[in-house]
């Protein structure tokens, strides 16, 4: 398994241009984590070599499996998001390893997906904002109604 591919297979999925960014938003750090914990599991790298490709030290790859996955187990149902994430992503990560392509046609087959996934968000968004649109006219319909005090 390759680090370059787990990294960029989590880009993606967790909507993160690029890993190595020095910032402590929530969402880096998360994608962080998850970058960690699927390196730590589906590779033999020690913690050196996961935290270099993300411009980090040994210490942050052991801070994010021990201190933050860690409270994710703990709490598995505030962090669902995350611990879905992580399956989901390493379901992703061992399908694609089964398929032996470079990086062009991994970075295009994730790509696909990525629009895939996008494309059915905007129907759920566009269904979601005519109901919104249907109850505000409701709405409206039912002031009329509305006694005046």
């Not at 970075?107 to 919104?132: F, T």
């Amino acid at each position: 398994m390759n680090l370059k591919k787990i990294k960029k297979i989590v880009e993606m999925n967790m909507n993160v241009k690029d890993l190595n960014v020095r910032s402590r938003k929530q969402s880096l750090v998360d994608a962080r984590t998850v970058y960690f914990v699927l390196s730590k599991r589906l590779t033999t790298f020690s913690y050196s070599t996961i935290s270099e490709l993300v411009g980090r030290d040994h210490s942050s790859v052991t801070h994010g499996i021990n201190e933050i996955y860690s409270a994710w187990l703990f709490s598995p149902n505030y962090f669902k998001n995350q611990l879905q994430m992580i399956d989901a992503i390493e379901k992703q990560i061992l399908d694609i390893d089964s398929i032996d392509e470079d990086d062009g046609d991994l970075i295009k087959k994730l790509l696909h997906e990525y629009e895939i996934k996008l494309i059915i968000k905007n129907k759920i968004i566009d269904s979601l904002n005519e109901k919104v649109d249907f109850l505000e006219e409701r709405i409206q319909d039912l002031k009329k109604y509305e006694p005046i005090w």
